[in-house]
C-alpha cells in the first residue's frame, strides 16, 4: 500500500521530447507538490497543488505543465526536453490543517535527457 | 539565495559515536523546520521536525536542538549505527496552504564500523 508513489521510475530520452511524469496519493491529502533534485542533490520546490488548483509555481520554465485532475493525482508535463533537465523528479503530499508541514514523498523519477 | 545553509557537506563517524549536523536560516517567519533522511534511490523521508516554541525535541536516537535568537538548529543522532548512513536534510517552512519546505544543502554521512 504505497503512500505516494510515481511512474515511471526511470525515464531516458532525447532533447527535444516531450514527457510525462504521473504521481498518485493515496494518504487523502489534499496539497501535492513538484520538487526537483539536481546533481548535487540540491532539492527544489517547482509545484504545489492544493485540491486541484495551483498555488505555487516558482521561477520554472513553461516548458514544465503540471496537471491536477483530482487531489489525488499530480503530473508532469516537460516539452521539448533539454539537457538541463536531467534530474531526479520528487512528488510529494501533505495533509489538511497543517499544509506545508508535513510533506510525504514518493520513490522519484530519474529523468536523464541524452 | 539560500536562505538555509547546512553544514557539514559529509561527515564519517564511528559506530556508536555522536553524529551532528548544523543549519542554519534566515528567514524570522519560518515556524517549522523538519529533517529529512535519503537513502540512495530513494526519496526523502520525513525523520523529526520541530517548531520554533520548543528548544529541544527527541524521537528516539534523533534529537533536534533549536536555537531561535541564533537562527541555528541542528540534528543529533546518538549511537551512530551503519544503517544511519544516508543524506540528511534539513528544511524550513512557513506553515500555510501556499507552503514550501526550502531545504538545505544536505549532509552525506557515512558511519562506519
Known amino acids: 500500500d504505497t503512500a505516494v508513489s510515481q511512474t515511471p521510475k526511470y525515464l531516458v530520452t532525447q532533447m527535444g521530447n516531450d514527457k510525462s511524469i504521473k504521481c498518485e496519493q493515496n494518504l487523502g491529502h489534499d496539497t501535492m507538490y513538484w520538487y526537483k533534485q539536481d546533481s548535487k542533490k540540491f532539492l527544489k520546490i517547482m509545484f504545489s497543488?492544493?485540491?486541484?488548483?495551483?498555488?505555487i509555481n516558482e521561477t520554472v520554465p513553461n516548458r514544465f505543465s503540471p496537471k491536477s485532475p483530482d487531489k489525488a493525482h499530480l503530473n508532469l508535463h516537460i516539452n521539448s526536453l533539454e539537457l538541463g533537465d536531467s534530474a531526479v523528479y520528487f512528488c510529494a503530499s501533505s495533509p489538511p490543517g497543517l499544509a506545508g508541514s508535513e510533506q510525504y514523498f514518493g520513490p522519484g523519477t530519474r529523468l536523464t535527457v541524452t | 539565495q539560500q536562505q538555509v545553509k547546512q553544514s557539514p557537506q559529509s561527515l564519517i563517524v564511528q559506530k556508536g559515536g555522536i553524529s551532528i549536523i548544523n543549519c542554519a536560516y534566515e528567514n524570522t517567519a519560518f515556524d517549522y523546520f523538519p529533517w529529512y533522511q535519503q537513502f540512495p534511490g530513494k526519496g526523502p523521508a520525513l525523520l523529526i521536525a520541530?517548531?520554533?516554541?520548543?528548544s529541544e525535541k527527541k524521537e528516539g536516537r534523533f534529537t533536534i536542538s533549536f536555537n531561535k535568537s541564533a537562527k541555528q538548529f541542528s540534528l543529533h543522532i546518538m549511537d551512530s549505527q551503519p544503517g544511519d548512513s544516508a543524506t540528511y536534510f534539513c528544511?524550513?517552512?512557513?506553515?500555510?496552504?501556499?507552503?514550501?519546505?526550502?531545504f538545505g544543502t544536505g549532509t552525506r554521512l557515512q558511519v562506519t564500523l
Open positions: 528544511a524550513a517552512n512557513i506553515t500555510g496552504t501556499a507552503s514550501k519546505l526550502t
Open positions: 497543488y492544493n485540491n486541484k488548483e495551483l498555488i
Open positions: 520541530i517548531r520554533p516554541d520548543v
